[in-house]
């Protein structure tokens, strides 16, 4: 029923309602009315006569008005399409003026008439005439008349007219005012950051208000099903007697409990058919609407009307727990339980928490803005932290606070420090969404030019140093504390079963210690599709080990330092392979440039010389010789292999040795084993020859068999192209898609950050392509590669093992291009698990 430009719909059980035109809250009400709940008379507008109206075109209202009868009082609320997304607040009571004034007076009594007027001016004044706030907020000391006489007079006096008496002047500027606010920049990247999309709609709900005040049973109240911060059933609300606005859970001062409670008066007991109706209301949501709603209520004089039902506000544990609970009650399938939580939401139920037994070395507290905790680096500004992550270093991001062009940054942090700012400050709200830990308001002072910050005890931290941030306690505290894994409960675990049932991808994890290997165990990650064996060498003793090979002067001194490396390596990987027992375990031979091991200024150059009884001169020489200009292009990974044999020969051996010993104690170990920044089939075949002829000796040796599978990093574009000739060599192809975004791109992982911020803003990139994989050159690249690969090699494995991995867009890409797996970081994992079920439920 569309009538003038305005354009309204009234909601009737058949009535054109839907989400994308007017918004999840009008649907929701119509839905309401089908199920012949009492809905007081409601009309829906829709995004486009809201747009409208907030372009200031000027509508007719009163068409619409006549919905509602004669002196309607009516309440406005948003209907945006998506609940979390936000909008501007309800207005209640439209529609009072002297008149309605003079006959409520009559019906209900002057204070009930007086109250209820004197609100509906002072939110008229501040929120949508825009009045000072102070004028209109220091009636409450005044007798009910006065302070309505108060507040019209400074109405009169702020705007230089009388509060306007007709409704339809009240309900066209308080539709056009909310039109505007949803346009307002605030409320846009808040939603942004909630995913709406640029253009998102809102639809706006008129409803005629229901009065909680008044003779007989009256009040208003909300209840649910459940409690919002765990899902556990819990019937959870409250009744407030003679109220005359909308009831909040937090204002519960005199309200009556639901269901019967020794602490005092409840509905149950008061009024049981009431409190009957709700629940069975309430049951009929939920199996109706198939979701947990929260319903608001009235009851005048005894008669119960319901106002509207929103999806419980909660956490992510709750609704993870009720969506298994949903599907185990048999009213949604499993498959629409795995597909309603966002995978990347699961991260704040996985995040690690401090172990409460570490001895606490606080360097500064805050406000607690987003819970969790996090250790990593100090960096001062997003292009730090996206340098940082792009090298895989976890950073925490300091700033005195956050604005939205800090966001990409965010990203790339664990953790987010501010000086200024309240739990809803940007860094505030954006680090919730993100789930990443976040203390706001702390005290320190902070210097971003000498990158420093000052905590209040006097004691300096500069860039680089490490902290552990705890977002749950809104603290910091100096060094790395131990953190205990995220608990994870009967409901997470049977969601990812359900997940790990439908999909067909496999998830392996990038796990180069045992520690990570232990949590990608603990993730069920399908075995290791990355193990950096570099990672292995920088502990204290073993880089003086390495660093001794780097500078042997003769073969036989390099012999000697690289026999000592074998037993710490071998070692390594038996207890790799004991975690992950059963399972794959993918292992790079060394990738890095060597300089990487050694020092880079001239204390640690001295320190080195000492160390090794050399001349520093030597040091810094063999320094220099290794520098490169550009040492991600230059000798590393394979190129190294087979300028420095005896490294990969090593590596091999220590594989195979603790294959044959990992073996004894559990099930067959299949090691596999990865050439890395391949760019040419003979690469492939001159490290093959090598590692079976080690595999040869050590069967030899060891009077053991084992068998082990030989594979190819694909990292450079040549590799790509050349996929064909190296998959004869290959049991399995990794795509590297770091390296292979940096070689695609020509653009340095480690400088990127400088301007990817800039270039996203512009719109020269529509996303960072380190972060989500670029599909139309990479993913060429990558597809190109698959199918060669393939072609020569049919059943060859195919895999994507950089950062990609575990980016929930990426992941569709390599399972539509066949790709049998993909490997990301522990963390990472269950959100791949779940975004991988979801390509398919
Ligand atoms: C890659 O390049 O994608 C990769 C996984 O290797 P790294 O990140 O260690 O260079
Ligand atoms: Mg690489």
């Not at 998506?82 to 007076?105: F, K, S, V």
């Not at 609407?289 to 929103?310: P, S, T, Y």
């Not at 490294?647 to 195979?656: C, D, E, K, L, T």
Request: hydrophobic share 40%.
């Amino acid at each position: 029923q569309k009538h003038d430009s305005l354009g309204y719909t009234r909601i009737r059980r058949v009535a054109p309602i839907a989400v994308n035109t007017h918004g999840g809250r009008a649907k929701c009400l119509q839905r309401l009315i089908r199920l012949d709940l009492p809905v007081p008379e409601t009309v829906a507008l829709s995004f486009d006569a809201v747009r409208k109206l907030a372009d200031g075109q000027s509508v007719d209202v009163k068409d619409m008005l006549n919905s509602f009868g004669p002196r309607p009082l009516l309440c406005v609320r948003p209907s945006s399409e998506d609940p979390d997304w936000g909008g501007p607040g309800a207005m209640l009571n439209i529609g009072m003026n002297d008149q309605r004034h003079a006959e409520l007076t009559k019906s209900h009594g002057a204070e009930v008439a007086d109250a209820l007027y004197l609100r509906f001016v002072q939110s008229y004044a501040i929120h949508i005439e825009r009045l000072d706030p102070e004028e209109f907020e220091n009636e409450k000391s005044l007798p009910s008349d006065q302070a309505l006489k108060a507040a019209l007079d400074a109405y009169e006096n702020e705007t230089d007219e009388a509060f306007p008496q007709e409704v339809e002047v009240q309900v066209f500027k308080v539709l056009r005012s909310m039109a505007r606010a949803w346009l307002g920049t605030t409320a846009r990247l808040l939603r942004q950051a909630k995913g709406a999309p640029a253009d998102a709609g809102l639809g706006l709900i008129v409803q005629a208000m229901s009065f909680g005040v008044g003779p007989g049973e009256s009040g208003t109240g909300l209840i649910q099903m459940i409690d919002e911060d765990t899902g556990a059933p819990l019937i959870r609300g409250r009744y407030k007697r003679q109220s005359l606005g909308r009831f909040r859970l937090s204002d519960d001062t005199k309200a009556l409990y639901l269901t019967s409670d020794p602490r005092g008066p409840s509905l149950e007991q008061d009024c049981p058919d009431v409190f009957d109706k709700l629940t069975t209301y309430s049951a009929l949501c939920r199996s109706k609407l198939r979701e947990e709603m929260q319903i608001e209520f009235v009851v005048e004089n005894g008669k119960l009307a319901i106002l509207d039902a929103v999806r419980v506000n909660r956490s992510t544990r709750a609704a993870l727990r009720t969506a298994v609970q949903l599907a185990e009650d048999g009213i949604i399938p499993k498959s629409e339980a795995v597909l309603r939580i966002p995978p990347r939401s699961l991260t704040e139920l996985l995040h690690p928490q401090i172990d409460p037994s570490t001895q606490r070395d606080v360097i500064a507290s805050g406000i607690a803005a987003s819970p969790g905790g996090a250790v990593g680096r100090l960096v001062f500004s997003s292009a730090a932290a996206q340098a940082s992550s792009a090298r895989g270093e976890s950073c925490i991001l300091v700033r005195r606070e956050t604005a939205p062009e800090d966001i990409r940054g965010m990203h790339s942090s664990v953790g987010v420090l501010t000086e200024r700012g309240g739990v809803t400050s940007h860094a505030a709200v954006i680090a919730r969404g993100m789930g990443v830990p976040c203390v706001v308001g702390a005290s320190v002072s902070i210097n971003t030019r000498s990158k420093t910050i000052t905590a209040s005890d006097g004691r300096v931290l500069k860039e680089g140093d490490t902290i552990t941030l705890d977002g749950s306690a809104g603290q910091a505290l100096l060094g790395a504390t131990k953190m205990l894994p995220p608990a994870k409960d009967y409901w997470y675990l049977q969601l990812m079963d359900w997940a790990d049932d439908i999909r067909d991808i496999d998830v392996r994890a990038n796990a180069d210690t045992p520690a990570d290997a232990a949590m990608a165990r603990g993730f069920k990650a399908q075995g290791i599709g990355l193990c950096r064996t570099e990672h292995m060498f920088f502990d204290g003793d073993r880089l003086t080990v390495m660093r001794e090979m780097i500078f042997a002067a003769t073969d036989a001194d390099r012999q000697e330092a690289i026999a000592r490396l074998l037993p710490m390596q071998r070692s390594d990987f038996i207890e790799l392979f004991r975690i992950m027992q059963g399972q794959p375990v993918c292992i790079r031979l060394l990738d890095p440039p060597l300089h990487e091991f050694l020092p880079s200024d001239r204390a640690g150059a001295k320190e080195l010389a000492e160390a090794l009884d050399m001349p520093l001169s030597d040091v810094t020489r063999r320094i220099e010789w290794l520098s490169e200009f550009n040492p991600m292009l230059g000798m590393r990974g394979v190129r190294l292999g087979i300028t420095f044999p005896e490294i990969y020969a090593m590596q091999a051996r220590a594989i195979f040795e603790a294959t044959i010993e990992a073996s004894k104690i559990g099930d067959p170990v299949v090691p596999e084993v990865m050439i890395p920044l391949v760019s040419a089939m003979r690469e492939v075949e001159m490290v093959k020859t090598q590692v079976d002829a080690v595999a040869a000796a050590v069967r030899n040796e060891k009077g053991a068999d084992f068998t082990y599978r030989l594979g190819v990093m694909v990292e450079t574009p040549r590799a790509a192209l050349r996929a064909h000739e190296i998959a004869q060599h290959a049991a399995f192809l990794s795509f590297g898609t770091n390296d292979l975004t940096q070689m695609a791109y020509g653009l340095s992982r480690d400088d990127a950050g400088r301007f990817m911020n800039s270039y996203i803003q512009q719109g020269v990139f529509p996303e960072d392509p380190f972060h989500t994989l670029d599909v139309d050159g990479v993913g060429e690249l990558l597809t190109i590669g698959a199918d060669r690969g393939r072609k020569a090699a049919p059943d060859i494995t195919l895999s994507v093992c950089g950062e990609h991995g575990g980016n929930p867009e990426s992941i569709a890409f390599c399972r539509a291009a066949g790709f049998d797996y993909v490997s990301c970081s522990p963390f990472r994992v269950p959100v791949a698990r779940l975004a991988a079920a979801q390509l398919v439920a």
